[in-house]
């Protein structure tokens, strides 16, 4: 009798701590971000004008944004139960591995090497790698006309400084800043020549300082935007790439770019096929 006692209050004991630890715990935290969470933790950009954008006033904006807003809706998740987490290029990878990030739209280009650490739903969106210089620069016309006695600034961990270190390391000088907003501000105080990412993101800064700054618009790479998410996730992707079919499908994957990408002037381009 009295050990059946202790045995009744010792399943309580453990009832109790585990219901404790389940609301504490959100449901994404289990297997798989398809299991119906109840808020989520999104990785953005903070300084992407168009893009990922933190307000002065805290609230976010951006095509990432609602991009990211849209999926968290379609997994069942109201926008106040989304936290936004700045995501630098450089982190995206290690964020989403450690379960800081549920998951990432950020400018994010799906590549083989990254696909080692996790997985990507998408693509969402396709950009090209692009110059950005200052409007009175005539000497920079595209990247073959980059020199020596040249600095150039991009991201560290993005694709575009990748690429110059494969392809143009000789022609320039690679400076690698933590964020694109570092490099215009550079460029703006004539530390540097240019700056090179994708040209969308480069349209947004272009626009935030019109008569100052101009993309050279000859785009030379095929950058796929995915929404990276941990790689063992596979309901999770299927679950992320529906929402991102539905979004290209109903209209308001063509509404988010033209309320957010399109006062820069970039071309809206042709939808992207979702092949992840
Ligand atoms: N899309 C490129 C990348 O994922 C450049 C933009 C960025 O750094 O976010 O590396």
């Known amino acids: 009798m009295k050990l059946r006692k202790s045995a009744i209050a010792l399943l309580s004991v453990v009832l109790l701590a585990q219901t404790l ?12 971000l398809a299991d119906k969470p109840n808020k989520l933790t999104v990785g953005i950009k903070f300084d992407q004008p168009g893009l990922g954008l933190k307000a002065p006033d805290g609230t976010f904006k951006g095509f990432d944004v609602d991009v990211a807003k849209y999926i968290a809706k379609e997994l069942g998740v109201k926008e106040g139960d989304i936290t936004f987490k700045e995501s630098k290029s450089a982190e995206r990878e290690n964020l989403i591995e450690k379960g800081e990030v549920d998951y990432i739209v950020a400018t994010y280009s799906i590549t083989d090497v990254r696909k080692e650490k996790v997985a990507f739903a998408g693509p969402y969106f396709v950009a090209h790698q692009d110059l950005l210089v200052k409007s009175s620069n005539t000497k920079i016309t595209g990247p073959e006309s ?6 150039l600034c991009s991201v560290k961990g993005s694709t575009p400084a990748q690429k110059i270190k494969d392809k143009y ?26 700056v090179t990412t994708d040209d969308v993101i480069l349209a947004g ?6 008569g100052d700054l101009k993309v050279i618009g000859k785009g ?11 790689k063992t996730d596979t309901k999770g992707k299927t679950a992320i790439n529906a929402a991102i079919t539905k979004m290209i499908g109903d209209g308001s994957w ?5 309320k957010n990408v399109g006062p820069s002037g970039y071309k809206i381009p042709a939808k992207p096929a979702v092949t992840e």
């Open 169 to 194: 390391s000789k022609a320039v000088q690679l400076q690698e800043y933590g964020t694109y907003s570092d490099c215009v501000d550079a460029l703006l105080s004539g530390a540097v020549d240019a």
């Open 205 to 210: 800064y272009a626009a935030q300082h019109p």
């Open 220 to 230: 030379f790479s095929d950058e796929h935007y995915g929404v990276g998410l941990k």
């Open 254 to 258: 063509e509404a988010a770019l033209q």
């Open 21 to 32: 630890s389940a609301c504490g715990k959100k449901d994404s935290k289990g297997n798989s």
């Open 146 to 151: 980059l020199t020596g006695n040249m600095k």
